[in-house]
């Protein structure tokens, strides 16, 4: 809360009996110097936050339109209502692929968890790369905001899906780990077919392949973002 002048003390309280499960109406009380409620003769300007309570915006990948509503009235002047509509975006997941290399046939990804900073509970990233994609052994590393350091990490793997357990998240956490290309494999993407001399087979062909990440939490449903190569 942000009072605009000295000498006054803005209060903004709920009224309970126009609270709904879907809005809530406040009121807001301004007080003079001489203790005198909502009297006043100039401008008056002042701030307030409001928290997002809804996991499908501040849980999830998403944009959302908000709608608040204000109403003044007095003895003198009928009341007059205001409203503002702003829309913002979410994002708690995204995964991008950083580089492959050609020579190795290593691809390194990249995953970014939370970038809100918003508290998320019992947060489990799972990453099943294709088949034709093998995970490089002690590659993993998080990145806590707060820390700015990469720490290596083991995750568990289940049938090529890599698990990684984060716990109960407050700040943005980034993941990077690499994998390793089976350059023998029968089912590879279109581009990714090598010959002895670790040239694609086809000159024209784009090398092109998808993998995704999903994030499992308690709020809300699980959140998936898929990266390009």
Same mark, same amino acid.
Not at 73 to 80: C, H, V, W
Not at 145 to 151: L, T
Not at 200 to 210: P, Q, R, W
């Given at each position: ?22 809005? /809530? ?21 002042? =701030? ?29 002047? %009928? ?7 702003? $829309?913002? !975006?979410?994002?708690?997941? =995204?995964? !991008? ?5 050609? =020579?190795?046939? #290593? ?12 508290? @998320?509970?019992?947060? /489990?990233? *799972? ?19 707060? /820390?700015?350091?990469?720490? %290596?990490?083991?995750? &568990?793997? #289940? *049938?090529? +899906?890599? $698990? ?7 700040? $943005? &956490? ?11 494999? *029968?089912?590879?993407? #279109? ?17 092109? @392949?998808?993998?995704?990440? &999903?994030? +499992?939490? $308690?709020?809300? =449903? %699980? ?5 390009? @190569?």
């Amino acid at each position: 809360m942000i009072t605009p002048k000295t000498g006054y003390t803005i209060t903004i309280q709920p009224l309970a009996d126009k609270t709904t499960a879907a809005t /809530q109406d406040y009121e807001v009380l301004i007080a003079n110097a001489a203790g005198e409620m909502n009297t006043f003769n100039e401008m008056i300007v002042f =701030q307030y936050e409001t928290e997002a309570t809804d996991p499908l915006f501040y849980a999830d990948n998403a944009e959302m339109k908000f709608d608040n509503k204000v109403a003044f009235g007095s003895d003198a002047i %009928p009341t007059l209502t205001a409203s503002a509509q702003p $829309q913002f !975006s979410s994002t708690v997941l =995204q995964k !991008s692929a950083e580089g492959y290399d050609y =020579q190795t046939h #290593e691809i390194r990804w990249k995953i970014v968890v939370n970038q809100n900073g918003t508290e @998320l509970t019992d947060v /489990q990233v *799972k990453d099943a790369p294709p088949e034709y994609l093998r995970y490089v052994e002690n590659s993993l590393t998080v990145r806590y905001a707060s /820390q700015n350091k990469d720490v %290596p990490m083991t995750p &568990v793997i #289940e *049938k090529n +899906e890599l $698990q990684i357990e984060l716990g109960t998240l407050h700040e $943005q &956490v980034t993941l990077t780990f690499r994998t390793k290309l089976d350059a023998n494999a *029968k089912n590879l993407p #279109e581009g990714f077919r090598f010959d002895q001399s670790n040239t694609s087979s086809d000159a024209n062909a784009l090398l092109a @392949l998808t993998n995704t990440a &999903v994030l +499992e939490k $308690q709020e809300g =449903q %699980p959140v998936s973002h898929t990266a390009k @190569l």
